[in-house]
């Protein structure tokens, strides 16, 4: 049995990458909960999100706000590129097949992929941790970085500013009455166009967000965006597509089995978070909170 | 026209990819190899997806499990290709049974979703089993089959004797696709083939007519499996390998592309959309290193301008043809 400061700070590190995917995966879960549509260029904006950031630090040079200039510049810069993407191309697959509408947010990885590509060239890069957090806290014989606790910080706060938005505004109560009948809204006199296009923005300011964000903990190298996408789905799925503290729950569920399945059996670590999610699919297919389609 | 369409066009294929090795270089050899094979996992992929109506994100799976079975047959345990090859599809066929019972379960998005966890578990284990896959590294240098028998052949018929074991290894699996394509050919013209169309037509009807949906959608899903699996295994050898993304997720949507391009629910469609596809990708990759920025853009006019891919194209050209003919 290894010693519990050991377990403690294993425990924390699964913690961060968990507030990480949830921030990802609360853009996908929102999209597929009110547009019904499995995004897989969400990966795609986590890695722009990424890139961007690299980018606009290299732009302001490194000083005491450049990061988080960067981290919400690139961000908002994803999120109108969502936003444009939506609006010109993705609303015209709009009750199609699901399978078109799959295809083209592939189509949107293959190309968006390409584009970081010719931008900034196949090696890898990174950014060093914003000015203030760089240190490390030790507890319980523990070292854990500012950064990572800032993270862990930062993910709940999402979580209830997110969950406050949605139940108490009125654009929240829009976006969930989106969700269970778009028809109903739409005859109210909703314009439902003008909401999906928001909620897209949303999604991928998340994603960006979620991107610049990483990077001073993970290089951002091409393939970024591939890995991160199966992994937010594996999250999504866990904790119910669609239900937002589903993905909470699944993201730290997600952490947890990950850095300890590391620990105990490094072999089996990645089957065992996939057999997880078949496991979920099978038994319940909406996911630990989420609820059956209609 | 008449005349036309009463050229066995398939034999005709057929005969003329015989003479490929003989009229083109070596390279169109590999090319239409590779060609063949994909063209059988793509039909196998539309058994699916444009008869049935089943969008699985995770066929690549099957062709994984197809490639691995015959690769560790092969090399490891030295069995000849004739048994090793139908082993392929078996273990595939296993597989998607066990896979499909859950799958077919469940409704579109979480049908795609469970399919796509399932062939990424099968990736997982590739990806991580040393000792039996490879593990990261794959399994390179899987034998050709003995083509010894060939040489006694060779003695008595022309044309056969004077290729290179990889010009053999194409013209056995000419001979190995044709047959399954053919198989399919009859499986979807059959009364079941009929019934999976029903179904992808309307699966509540076909409930009311007292059709046992779930269990025609899981042998779709076998038989569609078991074709991929015999894919795979052609195309480890054709590989000179057998690598984890095989069943890598982005693999199984290179598929559906595939099948997309050349025309869902057409049968020939898969098997265009494999050609045309490959054909590109060789002529773009001599120019740009940039062949997915192309293939995603290619994807998006075809979702948006040309939806029934090109043999919907040609078809609605055809009939457009006939229309003026018939005006005039």
Known sequence: MPDLSFVFAQSLSGLTAAMFLFLIASGLSLIFGVLRVLNFAHGTFYMLGAYSAYQIVQWLGTGPVSFWVAAFGAAAGVALLGGIVERFLFQRLYGKEELYQLLFTYALVLVLGDVAKIIWGTQQKSLSRPPGLTGALSLFGATIPYYNLFIILLGPAIALGFWFALQRTRAGRFIRAAALDRETLGALGVNVNALYTGVFVLASFLGGLGGALITPMRAIVPGMDTEVIVEAFVVVVIGGLGSFWGTFLGALIYGQVLSFGILFFPRFSIFSIFALMAAVLIIRPWGLLGKPLK | ?328
């Open chain 2, 1 to 328: 026209m008449k005349t036309l369409s009463r050229v066995p066009w398939a034999l005709v294929v057929l005969v003329a990819a015989f003479f490929v090795p003989a009229a083109g270089s070596r390279y169109y050899t590999f090319l239409a190899n590779d060609v063949v094979i994909w063209a059988l996992f793509a039909t196998s992929l539309n058994l699916l997806v444009g008869y049935t109506g089943l969008v699985s994100f995770g066929h690549a799976a099957y062709f994984g499990i197809g490639a691995y079975t015959t690769g560790i047959l092969m090399k490891k345990l030295g069995v000849p290709f004739l048994l090793a090859f139908p082993a392929a599809g078996v273990a595939a066929a296993l597989f998607a049974l066990v896979f499909g019972f859950f799958c077919v379960r469940l409704t579109r998005i979480y049908f795609a979703m469970l399919t796509l966890a399932f062939a990424q578990i099968v990736w997982a284990i590739c990806f991580k089993w040393n000792e039996v896959t490879g593990g990261e590294q794959g399994m390179p240098e899987i034998p050709y089959p003995a083509f010894d028998w060939l040489e006694l052949v060779a003695a008595w018929l022309p044309f056969v004797g004077g290729y290179r074991t990889s010009e053999h290894f194409y013209f056995l699996t000419l001979v190995l696709v044709a047959g399954c394509l053919w198989l399919l050919r009859r499986v979807v013209g059959s009364p079941f083939g009929r019934m999976l169309t029903t179904i992808r037509e309307n699966p509540e009807r076909a409930e009311f007519i007292g059709v046992n949906v779930r269990r025609y959608e899981l042998a779709a899903f076998v038989v569609a499996g078991a074709f991929a699996g015999l894919a795979g295994g052609l195309f480890g050898i054709f590989n000179r390998g057998v690598f984890p993304d095989f069943a890598y997720w982005t693999k199984s949507s290179e598929v559906l592309i595939m099948t997309l391009l050349g025309g869902m629910g057409t049968f020939i469609g898969p098997a265009l959309g494999a050609l045309v596809l490959i054909w590109l990708n060789q002529q773009i990759v001599s120019y740009t290193q940039y062949w997915p920025l192309i293939l995603g853009t290619i994807l998006i006019v075809l979702l948006f301008v040309f939806p029934g891919g090109i043999a919907g194209a040609l078809e609605s050209a055809a009939r457009r043809f006939r229309r003026r003919r018939q005006v005039a």
